[in-house]
């Protein structure tokens, strides 16, 4: 059988298969809180049977959040529109649902991608911004204030907090945001990170931050229910953070209690010089998978059944996560399960689809009609 098709195990919870939904913002929650769109979105994502669905970055204070729209994870209110999410998406098939948990940092308080992306004035929603050091993402950008030593404990609880509501919602497993040039991965890199006291300077130092709030949150979770983390394992710039400092990292965050790592890169400036492509993140999940020995998703324009098959036979991942492949096509499982030649539990509900039951060619003018 196809490897894309096998289980996983990862601590006490077992994926169906190796095939993940990335978490993609949605930019559609109001005040923090999820709508409709979120429950259709990923409804038919579990709908059609991969082993994870995640659940995109959720903000664990309403100054984490990437926009005025993003889905929060920090108040009674947000909290009760979560828990209706994830039970009820539980409800439409056998995808276990995870969540990210994130802090946007210096990167917070921006317009929606279709709306132009731009940092937001408090006169247009924004809010003050928070870093590791004050340096701004980019030149035309607000400079963030310093976290100090009390910003740091309210924001680790805030993580801690979160996880605790996302536990009592009924999610399968929790991932950290340390990708992607948000908070915790601005602490790890020494172009975000210029602080002089113990929390900037050395590798030791930069990490020490994130993994606080990767122990803590361990410390709530049940001691059966997996924690991830996404990393950024190069920032594509010269003197940012780079792979073999993420091999560190990893291995310290395996040591905190971490069951798997999502190895994504960048995000941290707008001048990195990403050579974006097929797969082209596959290298660093492969290196970071057989250095530290952690479970690995890969991720990052990862599109084609075989392509992502070929991931797994090569060893450069346990599984995979897509993105934009999943929002063209809802349905990628099926397809990747045809191409495969691999046996996949469709839902009853739509057995009446599946090939040789029923194909295209069938409802082409002058064919037999199906037969309900």
Sequence with gaps: MALLFHPLALRGLTLANRIAVAPMCQYSARDGVAQNWHFQHYGALAASGPGMVMIEATA???????????LGLYSDETEAGF???????????????????????????????????KPLSPDEGGWNRLGPSPLPFAPDWPTPAEADPQDLDRLCQSFVQAAVRAVRA???????????????????????????????????????????????????????MPLGVRISATDWIEGGFTLDEALVFV??????????????????????????????????????????????????????PRQAEAALAHDQADMVALGRAFLNDPRWVWRAAQALDAPFGYAPQYQRAVPPLWSVEDAMPGNMPEKN
């Design 251 to 304: 291995a310290k965050c395996r040591n905190e209690g971490i069951d798997y790592v999502c190895v994504s890169s960048g995000g941290l400036a707008p001048n990195a010089k990403i050579p974006i492509g097929p797969g082209y993140q596959l290298p660093l999940a492969e290196r970071v998978r057989r250095d530290t020995g952690v479970p690995t998703r890969a991720v990052g324009l990862i599109a084609s």
């Design 170 to 224: 009924g999610i399968d497993a929790v991932e950290l945001h340390i990708a992607h040039g948000y908070l915790l991965h601005q602490f790890l890199s020494p172009l975000s990170n210029q602080r002089t006291d113990s929390y900037g300077g050395s590798l030791v130092n930069r990490m020490r931050f994130p993994l606080a709030v990767v122990a803590e949150v361990r410390s709530v979770l049940p001691s059966d």
């Design 83 to 117: 828990t209706w999410l994830v039970r009820g998406v539980k409800d439409l098939g056998p995808s276990r649902i995870a969540v990210q948990l994130g802090h946007a940092g210096r990167k917070a308080g921006v317009a929606r991608p279709w709306e132009g992306g």
């Design 60 to 70: 664990v204070s309403p100054e984490g959040r990437i926009s005025p729209y993003d």
